[in-house]
């Protein structure tokens, strides 16, 4: 995460608008947080136990 203290006054409010833009996305949008997050662990997994990462997982 960005120390907020270490930048621009500019860049600190671009920083804190898209923390509050996907912050509403992710109300807005469950479902596909959901499905992002299971994509991102199944990754991960594959990544971790060294299995091809071209195989995918079965929805």
Known sequence: M???K???EEERMAILARRKYMS???KANPEK???HQKRYWANKYRK???ENSAEK???
Request: net charge neutral.
């Open 48 to 50: 971790e136990n060294g």
């Open 33 to 35: 947080v959901k499905e």
């Open 2 to 4: 960005i120390d907020l």
């Open 6 to 8: 270490t930048v621009s």
């Open 57 to 59: 997982v079965k929805k």
């Open 24 to 26: 509403e996305w992710r």
